[in-house]
């Protein structure tokens, strides 16, 4: 089975990555939908920064001014035409530009559809037909979905399908078209050109959320992520790059023997066609929208919004195969809308883009980088110079040779103390035997009344979304930890056992708040007045119950005893008594986040405080900075290895903290990765690269993170039993995610904290798309823990701009 792995992404929207197609005759273009397009003979486009978004064009060296000079959302080319789509959606124009005489063609448009009630929600140009989808976002208006066709010269086609298929989205080509049907997301063709229906035959029962059609051939991106292409291969325009990952595209543009494909990061790559469409020029470009011709293909830069057109059917290219249209404006990303942009991120600038007269919202071609900016280069390693004092003397042989058979036997004796100890603990630990187990680890960590938060990890758990990743054997490596309990004495009080059973009622089951990685958390009140948590090593089994034990003890102890930090709990002391492992933590008053978001005593009694959208962004920021403290200010770094939400602890002033290291690790050396003795973790929340093939890094941590953010986004558990699925428990990451990309964000957001009030919708969705990021499914693919920082503090200040939610005086807004 062919991985497909989530990729660096951003959401999909449906509506503006449809519209592209094309014809074999000449140069002309494909496409709908867009602010570009193309004819067989110019280029046009939307301008920026005008009081109109009128249509500019560029045709063999002359600038034209399409009239009339009013404002268009969207054009789309065909064979010798091409038509636009005025604001509001009301109506569309077209212009022949087969004459000589250009000012005849570009001066004289055609008005093909007028209608002030039922609006068109975009338009697609094939090679002699033009087909206009009505707006299917209006639910009262009648025939929404549906798709009506005419002929190049505005009459009417017979060639429209059924009023009765309702459509989502549509694409032209040579001589046909197709859409998604609304129902079920299948592909329906139709049109004079028969290789339509065998397309249509080809996709069968396949589940799309996009399409794009070419000359003989449509791609498209399914329900699960995946680019897939049918129809004629003839040029290798059906075979896509073998190292495209899931949902790795936000556009597509196809031509007659050729396809291209545009980034979320804002890079182009072109297939078939015999390799001439990929140019040295466009390598280190970026762009916010593309559209073919039949044998070339022009983008719209995203530095400066300029277009610029490469091929072998573009004759006017400089040495680097490209040329950069002298357009006197810029050309918009988008079109203006008179909206707020809700559920979508809105264009720098845009105010400025739509002169004062509405919105461009966020295309689907959104430029990655904008998200999730490089980090900083790092300073280059350079070693410590020697000390002086051990500098070799030349005039002092004797002393030299002294010192190296000093240094020989002590790193002669240190190593074989190092291979007995290894003997040791191979034996002792069964490393050496390859064993390999998920680690149970008791959710959620601080409760309230025991309240269960989810299924632990074992071989049968419930992971969905990893099923494509086989689980493979590899060698065991020894756990790495930063040291034993005894070397951490210092710096951690020592309790006996008498001072915390006098402190918990000797145990009381009316002091248990909870579970953690080895033991029960009860409350605690020490002699001279301070509230603790403590936790409690199971009593009960002796053999490898034990081992467990006294490991997560060990660990908790060591790294907590020398990681300081205001978003990491803080540890007390720990008290060790025969077989009793006991640590003592500072008491969080306002217990876990699993229980705000999922106890409904809970949500019910602090919903004034956690039922904000700036507080949950607040309570995200503050475990991001505990984690990235861990990963890149520890030394040597830390992977917690299970976060998650009843891992988040929330004070008295509701800051929130990471806790429970009793599954933690030190960090490999370098960014490599490494393979720990057991894959630990949580169901829902452990990194399916981690689970299905042992392999650790800090991204795992990551990935955790991400689903934390999912939580807070809709109120749901990491895995949830689904009303519309039978009860069948379902992952929060199947469920968000496809929503999220396909636009649907406001769908899946917690009705009980309410709609994002006017810029905690952007915040919203930042912290959306962050997740979505932080759940890929490779780690190569999931940002930094430094990137989520700054993008939950970037989320952050964009609320502080908003009318607030939060009032509490109590409340630290600014956690650091």
């Not at 975009?122 to 299917?136: D, E, M």
């Not at 010269?153 to 197709?178: E, L, R, T, V």
């Not at 592909?187 to 004079?192: N, T």
């Amino acid at each position: 089975m062919t991985k497909l792995p989530f990729s660096s992404v951003i959401t999909l929207s449906l509506t503006a990555l449809t519209f592209l197609s094309l014809f074999p005759f000449k140069a002309h273009p494909l496409g709908s939908g867009s602010t570009i397009a193309v004819t067989s003979t110019a280029v046009c486009g939307i301008v920026a920064a005008r009081t109109n978004q009128y249509i500019i064009c560029y045709e063999d060296g002359n600038i034209i001014y399409v009239e009339p000079t009013i404002s268009f959302s969207a054009i789309s080319g065909g064979q010798n035409f091409f038509c636009g789509l005025r604001s509001g959606g009301y109506a569309f124009l077209c212009w022949d530009t087969s004459n000589s005489n250009l000012s005849l063609g570009y001066n004289n448009p055609k008005r093909v559809y007028y209608n002030t009630t039922v609006l068109l929600q975009n338009i697609a140009v094939g090679g002699n037909q033009v087909c206009g989808l009505l707006n299917n976002t209006v639910s009262s208006v009648d025939g929404a979905g549906s798709v009506q066709c005419w002929r190049g010269n505005g009459s009417s086609s017979n060639g429209s399908p059924a009023d009765s298929d309702k459509f989502q989205s549509i694409s032209s080509g040579f001589g046909f078209n197709c859409g998604i049907l609304m129902n079920n997301s299948r592909i329906m063709c139709w049109g004079s050109n028969p290789i339509g229906k065998d397309i249509e035959s080809e996709f069968g029962n396949m589940s799309m959320m996009s399409i794009v059609a070419g000359g003989s051939h449509v791609c498209g991106v399914n329900s699960t992520g995946a680019l897939v292409c049918k129809g004629d291969n003839t040029s290798g325009q059906l075979d896509v790059p073998l190292n495209s990952t899931a949902f790795e595209y936000s556009q597509l543009a196809l031509g007659v023997n050729h396809s291209c494909a545009l980034r979320y990061e804002g890079s182009v790559v072109c297939w078939g066609g015999s390799g001439e469409y990929s140019v040295n020029g466009t390598k280190d470009l970026h762009f916010e929208s593309i559209v073919s011709g039949s044998n070339f293909t022009c983008g719209l830069t995203t530095s400066n919004l300029s277009i610029m057109c490469w091929g072998p059917g573009w004759s006017n290219v400089d040495n680097s195969g490209i040329q950069i249209l002298p357009l006197p404006d810029r050309i918009l990303p988008g079109p203006c809308v008179q909206s707020s942009c809700e559920g979508t991120r809105m264009y720098p600038d845009s105010d400025g883009l739509c002169s004062g007269s509405g919105n461009v919202c966020y295309p689907p071609g959104l430029n990655i980088s904008m998200l999730f900016p490089p980090s900083p280069p790092q300073p280059p390693f350079l070693p410590f110079p020697p000390s002086p004092s051990v500098l070799p003397s030349p005039s002092s042989p004797s002393k030299e040779l002294t010192t190296g058979l000093l240094v020989f036997c002590i790193i002669g004796s240190v190593g074989g103390f190092a291979g007995i100890c290894t003997i040791i603990y191979c034996l002792w630990t069964g490393v050496c035997f390859g064993k390999k187990k998920v680690h149970n680890s008791v959710q959620p960590t601080i409760t309230r009344g025991g309240s269960n938060g989810g299924t632990t990890s074992n071989n049968s758990g419930i992971l969905s979304r990893s099923s494509t990743i086989m689980r493979q054997s590899s060698r065991a490596m020894r756990r790495q930890r930063s040291g034993t309990s005894s070397k951490h004495a210092d710096k951690a009080e020592e309790f006996s056992l008498g001072e915390l059973a006098a402190a918990t009622n000797d145990f009381s089951l009316d002091n248990k708040i909870g579970a953690g990685s080895f033991g029960v958390v009860y409350r605690g009140k020490l002699a001279d007045g301070r509230e603790v948590a403590i936790k409690r090593g199971e009593t009960g089994q002796k053999t490898k119950k034990f081992q467990e034990k006294e490991s997560a003890f060990e660990s908790e102890l060591s790294f907590l005893s020398r990681v300081h930090h205001k978003h990491l709990v803080r540890l007390v002391g720990y008290c060790e008594d025969g077989d009793e492992r006991l640590l003592v933590y500072e008491y969080m008053k306002n217990g876990a986040l699993y229980d705000h978001l999922h106890d409904k005593n809970n949500i019910k009694k602090n919903s004034s405080v956690i039922n904000s959208w700036k507080m949950r962004i607040k309570i995200a920021l503050d475990a991001a900075r505990g984690i990235e403290y861990l990963h890149n200010y520890a030394v040597p770094s830390i992977i917690h290895r299970d976060i998650k939400s009843s891992n988040i602890l929330l004070d008295a002033n509701w800051i929130a903290r990471v806790s429970d290291f009793g599954l933690s690790l030190m960090g490999p050396e370098s960014d490599r990765d490494y393979r720990p003795m057991k894959a630990a973790g949580t169901v829902g929340y452990i990194d399916p690269e981690y689970y299905g093939l042992n392999v650790l890094t800090a991204k795992s941590d990551v990935y955790g993170l991400g689903v934390v953010l999912l939580e807070l986004l809709t109120g749901k558990r990491a895995i949830f039993k689904g009303d519309d699925n039978g009860g069948t428990p379902t992952s929060i990451v199947d469920f968000a995610v496809p929503r999220i990309m396909s636009g649907e964000l406001a769908k899946v957001l917690d009705h009980r904290v309410g709609p994002p009030e006017l810029n905690e919708a952007e915040a919203v969705e930042l912290v959306a798309y962050t997740a979505l990021h932080c759940v890929n499914l490779e780690g190569k693919d999931r940002p930094t823990m430094a990137d989520i920082v700054a993008n939950l503090e970037r989320a952050l200040s964009l609320c502080d701009g908003s009318h607030g939610s939060i009032s509490s005086g109590t409340i630290s807004v600014v956690s650091e």
